[in-house]
């Protein structure tokens, strides 16, 4: 990357004169001021993070699909658009990153003694129509034995949990089976995901949709009457490489070896343009990076936009690929964010230090945790709890290269408690973000006061980081040589080496 380039240079300039201040060291303006929180907060408006919200908003309505998916016509406008903002500021080094990943699309239907179940597609499903019985898998579908005989030129029912989508949809070709319905564990809309790019080692996948933990339970109760249960399927799969970009961003000035990495995703799913899923994200870290150009910092602030989540973390996980341990090791602490702006919101942190979900991450993230934790309840005077420390958004490829992380999240799929009612307002009973995965994700969908929250939480962070990281423990080294890249990139031989997979996609892919 062409960050590391200019170290010879201004390492020689240092030694040549001794007396130059730190920040001229690094490649920084002297005239400006030294960042602070509150300097840097006080700039993020919400009409900055509406108007900017709406431009992503017309990049997918300008397309016929009317979304911002990722090699896509609206996606590639929300690149660019990033890309010349923060070109135009001459603040930062600026780059694209291409790479190749693996794109799939279709429709699916399911009838079930001819009621239809409205279900939905997995990403990388293969193609197929059949009209068989349903059989019932033992347990959650993710041991070869949970498949019996019975299933064998059947429709496999198995319920999501535990492990990945695309593993039981493996085993259930393994078993014979023709197709599998996978049916929700939770109360919401149809069940969506991706099967994870293929191949896998256990085998290829079959025809596989998603559907309501409802219609699941019901079918199950169908069944065990000993009654006839037929389901015709019909699933059209099409998949397709695309080329994609990342846009990196880092501060000419600030320690090069000190570095604070920020992620969002800038890829919407098929179905709609979404823009808290991830417009919040990446509008969020944007506005920030705006404003903080008119402040020095001490230690690299590097903004990576990253493409393809949707399909598997593919934009990340190529992006923390493509560094070497030396560069791998000036990333003192990657801060993820994904859905800031969610309707229904709860103020979420991730759980860094395993405290409530058992899952912690690397030394330095129980402390990124911590700063968000102490900004909350001092500065934001709001609440805040923690979610899952799983890796299933772009911070989990920094996870498997031992690198700590952070971030906030508002929430999705899941269903507000009375709980989170009584600390956050909104409704109980609702998902977070009713739109999630949906059309309806579009402008109208944010909550714009959990917006700018969010974004100054991101401000505080940059400033607190771009100061100093006394407060994370002292770096560990690492040999790590690079993280899994994507199945299709490596097939490709769009990187050096093809790297066995990375328990990244265990994480991302799992379904609890």
Known sequence: MRFIQYGAPFCALATLVSAIPTTLEFGQAGDLP?????????????SDLLAKSKVLEGFAYATPQRNRVFGGPGHNATVNYIYNTIASLEYYDVEYQPFVGLYASGNASLKVNGVDQGARLFTYSTSGKFSEALVPVANLGCNASDYPAEVRGKIALISRGTCQFGLKSALAGVAGADAAVIYDNI?????????????????????????SLANGTALLAAINTGKPVIADIDVISVAENRTTYNVIAQTKGGDPDNVLVLTAHTDSVIAGPGINDNGSGSIG??????ELAKFRVKNAIRFVWVSGEEFGLLGSTFYVASLAAAELNKIRLNLNFDMIASPNYVYSVYDGDGSTFNISGPPGSAEAERLFEDYFKYEAKQPLVPTQFDGRSDYGPFLNASIPTGG????AEVLKTEAEEKLFGGEAGVAYDINYHGAGDNVANLNLTAFQVCTKAIAHAVATYGLSFDSLPPKVLSNTTKTTPPRSLAKRGRLAKTITLSKVFDRFFQTS
Not at 34 to 46: M, T, W
Not at 187 to 211: C, F, M, N, Q, W
Not at 408 to 411: D, E, Q, R, W, Y
């Open 285 to 290: 870290l944007l506005q920030v990076a705006i």
């Open 408 to 411: 906030l999240f508002t929430g």
């Open 187 to 211: 109360d919401e809309k149809s069940l969506a995901g991706t099967l994870g790019p293929p191949p896998r080692t256990e085998g290829p996948y079959v025809p596989t949709v998603g559907i």
């Open 34 to 46: 030294l960042v602070g929180s509150d300097k840097l907060r006080e700039l993020i408006r919400e």
